[in-house]
């Protein structure tokens, strides 16, 4: 099975910073997603991260807030900008290897 | 519009007694039904999933039953341990986009 990398773990941020979240997997995956999860509860798709092209994103998530890059079959990442108390989230990396979704462990972001 | 609805929210059970979480769904055009098991600080991890062409499939302790009529599917563990507790999500995937939507999760506890 792959493992999903994520960098950083966790991070506090002031407000109208960004924050960048970098996901390696060991092996080439399929598809990459990125989800958020707040605090306790349940997780929400953000968007799909293509390589080579731009991400296709659920309805509620946009480019300019959530830019993701996917240079290869292996790496993404996603970034979080102009930062808000709100945006304090558990942001996770998703991948599709062997037909079975892994996640990483999360990235815990605090906005102050 | 909520597309799954998974219940309870938490649940106690002592140990080596059954738990079941319940998740009903709408959109009929869902054909895959993970549950995952995630833990505190860590990511989801796929523990037992079912295709509607079967009623129930067993794994272990675990077992998913599936009732396509009524459009629910539910998670049964046998002989619960401490070390199930954690907390568990069902999820919905349609079609090959491996695009998941989850439930709002149940949080298990076993008392020892």
């Known amino acids: 099975s792959a493992v999903i990398s994520q960098k950083p773990s966790r991070d506090i941020c002031q407000r109208g910073t960004s924050l960048t979240i970098q996901c390696q997997v060991d092996?080439?995956?399929?598809?990459m997603f990125w989800y958020r999860q707040q605090p306790g509860q349940s997780l929400t798709l953000i968007a799909t991260a293509n390589q080579g092209s731009e991400a296709t994103y659920e309805s509620g998530f946009v480019i300019d807030k959530f830019p993701i890059s996917r240079p290869n079959l292996t790496f993404s990442t996603l970034t979080v900008s102009n930062l808000s108390p709100e945006d304090s989230s558990i942001y996770l990396c998703s991948g599709v290897n062997t037909g079975e979704l892994f996640f990483g462990e999360g990235s815990r972001l605090t906005v102050l | 519009q909520q597309q799954v609805k998974q219940s309870p929210q938490s649940l106690i059970v002592q140990k080596g007694g059954i738990s079941i979480i319940n998740c009903a769904y709408e959109?009929?055009?869902?054909?895959?039904f993970p549950w995952y098991q995630q833990f505190p600080g860590k990511g989801p991890a796929l523990l037992i999933a079912i295709r509607p062409d079967v009623s129930e499939k067993k794994e272990g302790r675990f077992t998913i039953s599936f009732n396509k009529s009524a459009k629910q599917f539910s998670l049964h563990i046998m002989d619960s341990q401490p070390g199930d507790s954690a907390t568990y999500f069902c999820?919905?995937?349609?079609?090959?986009?491996?695009?998941?939507?989850f439930g709002s999760g149940t949080q298990l506890t076993v008392l020892p």
């Open positions: 959109n009929t055009a869902f054909d895959y």
């Open positions: 092996s080439q995956v399929t598809m």
């Open positions: 999820a919905l995937e349609e079609g090959s986009a491996r695009q998941l939507t």
